[in-house]
């Protein structure tokens, strides 16, 4: 059996990362290394790695910087590439490394949230919309050679650099979904949250468009084709509907503020917020 390296990247995420990590630890593949890659937590989740991880590093500044440090540091194979934030379904990875095995270049994982409050809840309704959009998702598990081969991840990067990745391991081909789930622990999400995550991703957005054109486009475009075939649902649940409108439009009102600012001087005041 070939081994699975699963590489996580922390950032003050004590609140999620024993139910992350326990849910690794119950895979039912084997052989599997858990690598936690932290950046100077202050919450006590460096002490949580250390009781479930195979390899604890400290890495920075940046979640690219973090994700190339853990696969330079893998022995796997394979490598998935996962947030402290998620709960993994007991054969998330058997079923990542059935499509590899299958010819799959970059294997993505359905993906469905929880968590508490309103927000949440749309941020969960939303992203029901998007377990098959290859446009929406980002491949995660990777054989390790393929990506040290393409230098990694982009660490000039951050939040398209998922996009990036995936969009250059998998070539033409595309993504592959492999039949499987994962959770997403939402918390409590915010209307604030929401616009400075968005307002922080869309820093980086203009190189990401500049590096792969129309294709980029496509997937920072808020008119999502999944979200569009799924209008009978939306009627269905009008409230909901009506805070996801109201959720996209301020992301969407972040991400364009992000874009047309600078990149600022000390970018870790937003990233230790944990936001994923």
Known sequence: MALVSLIVTTKNSGRTLAAFLESARRQDYEPLELIVVDNRSTDGTADIAQRFADIVIDAGPERSAQRNAGINAARGEYVMILD??????????????????????????????????????????????????TLVAA???????????????????????DWDMSM???????????????????????LRNLYLKKYYYGRSMPAFVRKH?????????????????????????????????????AELLGGAFGMLSARPANSDSIYRSGTT
């Open 84 to 133: 402290a934030d998620m709960v993994l379904q007991r054969d998330v990875v058997s079923a990542a490394v059935g499509a590899a095995r299958a010819g799959a270049e970059a294997v993505a994982i359905p993906e469905r949230s929880f968590g508490d409050g309103f927000w949440s809840a749309c941020k969960a309704f939303e992203r029901s919309f998007y377990e098959d959009d």
């Open 139 to 161: 491949a995660r598990f990777f054989r390790r050679d393929r990506v040290l081969a393409l230098g990694g991840y982009d660490e000039t990067l951050t939040g398209p650099e």
């Open 168 to 190: 250059r391991a998998a070539g033409p081909s595309g993504i592959t979904f492999a039949k499987t789930l994962i959770l997403h622990d939402e918390g409590t999400q915010s």
């Open 213 to 249: 054109g129309a294709e980029a486009l496509k997937r920072i475009s808020p008119l999502r084709g999944s979200l569009v075939r799924g209008a009978g649902r939306m009627l269905r649940h009008p409230v909901l509907a009506a805070g996801l409108t109201t959720m996209k439009s």
